[in-house]
């Protein structure tokens, strides 16, 4: 066998190791080692295989000469092991906004809240949710209206007109007041006078157009505000008091309160005009940020601020 200018090295019988120079047939012959130290020279040699099997491009990873590591006839190798990797943790849960309280806005696929109830049912469980809060006391929450609530930047604006007002104190009534969005006539008295849920920041001559009226659509307009705020009558010759679009929606969530944690009862034709008003009108960020901060001044939120769908569950007011 002609193998070239390379050494081969092969391990006869007795214990005699060839050495074939290319093709010379030189022989060198290794003395057996002392039986007590045949161990040593089993792996030695075996080691000196391996590199030599590696001179002509065979693997260099066999084991020593031993038997006891010779797999057994018929024996397949399998795919070699993927090397470990180091497992990645699970993400954290995201906290849950918007205060974490009852009226959390439910993730998708999660039952909608207050489950099952409607009407009559849903309006006890809202109320019992939602009822319990600190009574601020009347000057104490024009006080957070118009120097923290409300005033952004050293500003107060109104919800009728837009126009703004610099301040950081109560001003003057004659100048801007604070609308009870629920009038003080029809119910709100007592607690209900300084809850801030339905309390707003108003121009005073606007506040006085809108005086007690109910809220409707506007159909032959008597007093009018640049913002889109309008008192007239409804196509049903009512008087009624339409606020702008941008307010809409804070209005009818503002009496849907009202009504579920006080028990008032709003007129027909005025729940209609604020269910509308309520899907026209969507809740905002700032909508979300104020109920936020009320909860931290008195104790509560407002649920149809949390899930403005909750209003479309009952057919009576």
Not at 102 to 115: H, L, W
Request: with cysteine; charged share 25%.
């Amino acid at each position: 066998m002609r193998v070239g200018p390379r050494h081969a090295h092969v391990l006869g019988s007795g214990g005699v190791l060839r050495t074939i120079n290319g093709g010379h047939g030189r022989r060198l012959t290794a003395h057996r080692a002392p039986a007590r130290n045949s161990w040593r020279t089993s792996t030695t040699i075996g080691a000196y295989l391996g590199r030599c099997r590696s001179n002509f491009g065979e693997p260099t990873h066999a084991r020593p000469l031993d038997r006891r590591h010779r797999p057994p006839p018929g024996h397949r190798p399998g795919p070699p092991a993927e090397p470990r990797r180091a497992s990645t943790p699970a993400p954290a849960p995201r906290p849950a906004q918007g205060g974490g309280d009852v009226f959390e806005t439910p993730a998708p696929g999660k039952p909608p809240r207050f489950e099952g109830l409607t009407d009559k049912a849903l309006i006890q469980a809202l109320h019992d949710a939602a009822a319990k809060h600190k009574d601020l006391g009347y000057n104490q929450a024009r006080k957070i209206i118009f120097t923290e609530l409300d005033n952004h930047e050293g500003k107060v604006k109104c919800v009728y007109t837009g126009r703004e007002l610099r301040t950081d104190k109560i001003p003057n009534a004659s100048d801007m007041n604070t609308e009870h969005t629920w009038p003080q006539s029809k119910g709100a008295t007592g607690a209900a006078k300084s809850d801030l849920h339905h309390l707003f920041p108003t121009d005073s001559k606007a506040n006085s157009q809108r005086s007690s009226y109910p809220f409707g659509e506007v159909q032959k307009v008597k007093w009018s505000s640049p913002s889109g705020a309008k008192l007239g009558t409804d196509a049903e010759g009512r008087t009624v008091f339409e606020p702008p679009p941008e307010h809409k929606g804070n209005v009818a969530r503002a009496m849907f309160y009202f009504s579920t944690v006080y028990g008032k009862a709003i007129p027909a034709a005025e729940e209609a005009a604020l269910k509308k008003w309520n899907v026209q009108d969507q809740v905002d960020a700032a909508e979300l940020t104020r109920n936020g901060a009320i909860e931290k001044y008195q104790g509560n939120r407002n649920p149809f601020v949390d899930d403005a769908t909750l209003a479309q569950r009952i057919a009576d007011f």
